[in-house]
């Protein structure tokens, strides 16, 4: 069955460092996304990405995050100065259409010390 | 403020017993309602859901929606140790994002 791959699944990061996520959505699917889950917290949405652009964001994706899907399958979010408070699992996601449902990663477990 | 609220946050049951969960919602652009079941990590997809009053069956898991009174129930009968997880209500506003609840934590005792 296909999948949302995520990698590296835990990042351990120095505050200050710069950090790539990166995601391998479902083949066919036009819709990406991140969300991000501190832990014992909810699942929060940080960017969606449709046709090579964003689509939405969130007040967390601020000027420190980014998104990219530098060629056909990698989707990546880079976070350039991680702060403590960035530490979460973050999940990428992806759907095949509009009004369709999404089909979540395993996650990268990221832990800025 | 576009809410999505689960109750009850935490439940522990017997196997066998049937439980249900509530969510209850206030968005200002409603497009459909999802269900999700989280283990350990990734939420894995139940059930979506844009039309009130149709229920969603997948074996023993159904749910249904109610656009008026703004709440959705996740029925599970015959509960098992392997239903055991957190289960998130998650709302798409708009067209592309999708709002999640707080989740319920299942535990369901052998």
Redesign the interface.
């Known amino acids: 069955e296909p999948e949302?791959t995520q990698t590296p699944s835990h990042q351990v990061t120095q505050m200050g460092q710069e950090v790539i996520l990166r995601c391998v959505p479902i083949s066919n699917h036009l819709?990406f996304?991140w969300?991000r889950q501190i832990l014992g917290?909810?699942?929060?949405?940080l960017v969606?990405f449709?046709n090579n652009e964003i689509?939405?964001k969130?007040e967390i994706f601020d000027d420190q995050f980014s998104v990219e899907r530098p060629d056909g399958s990698n989707f990546t979010l880079k976070i350039r100065s991680t702060k403590l408070e960035d530490s979460a699992?973050y999940?990428c996601a992806s759907e095949q259409g509009?009004?369709?449902?999404?089909?979540?990663?395993?996650?990268t477990r990221l832990t800025v010390v | 403020e576009d809410k999505v609220v689960q109750s009850p946050l935490s439940l522990v049951v017997h196997e066998g017993d049937t439980v249900t969960l509530n969510c209850s919602y206030e968005v200002t652009n409603f497009?459909?309602l999802?269900w999700?079941k989280q283990e350990k990590?990734?939420?894995?997809?139940l059930f979506?859901l844009?039309s009130s009053g149709i229920e969603k069956k997948s074996g023993r898991l159904s749910s249904i929606l109610d656009k008026k009174e703004l709440f959705s129930i996740l029925n599970i009968t015959a509960t098992q140790t392997g239903d055991s997880a957190i289960y998130?209500c998650?709302i798409?506003t708009?067209?592309?994002?999708?709002?999640?609840?707080?989740?319920t934590r299942l535990k369901v005792l052998a």
């Open positions: 949302v819709y996304y969300y917290q909810k699942v929060e949405f969606s449709y689509s939405e969130s699992m999940f509009f009004m369709t449902e999404a089909f979540f990663g395993q996650g | 497009r459909s999802l999700y990590k990734a939420p894995t997809f979506m844009t998130l998650a798409r708009g067209t592309y994002k999708y709002i999640f609840g707080t989740g």
